[in-house]
Nanobody, 131 residues
């Protein structure tokens, strides 16, 4: 059974930094974690879930304009872990942050919309940025 477990969320002041982690488990030997496209998503109060960063199986990354230059996505395939380094945090970054994994041919079709029932999702970690 595939499981994604996010951690690292906290309350920080504006301008601060955080590092989120997403530990993956339960992937098969035929389709291990490193064969999936993975990404970070967030859902702020009263807002829809949005994709903010993703990384594909060859390491290519993409970011939403709202976080580009401030956030960095990376993964350690040996540890089956996805990371999100966040700097220069702003109150508008306050949200529940989720990681997700999906087959790459499918991931690219829905990433910009922010959600897919076909993907594996974690339960999220809360980030709160105070002014």
């Amino acid at each position: 059974q595939v499981q994604l477990l996010e951690s690292g969320g906290d309350t920080v002041q504006s301008g601060g930094s955080l590092r989120l982690s997403c530990e993956a488990s339960g992937f098969t030997s035929t389709y291990p974690f490193n064969t999936y496209c993975v990404g970070w998503f967030r859902q702020g109060p009263g807002l829809e879930r949005e994709g903010i960063a993703n990384i594909d199986i060859d390491g290519s990354v993409d970011y939403a304009p709202s976080v580009k230059g401030r956030f960095t996505i990376s993964k350690d395939n040996a540890k089956n872990t996805l990371y999100l380094e966040m700097k220069s945090l702003e109150p508008s970054d306050t949200a529940m942050y989720y990681c997700a994994a999906d087959a790459c041919w499918r991931f690219s079709r829905w990433w910009s919309s922010g959600f897919s029932d076909d993907a594996y999702w974690g339960e999220g970690t809360q980030v709160t940025v105070s002014a």
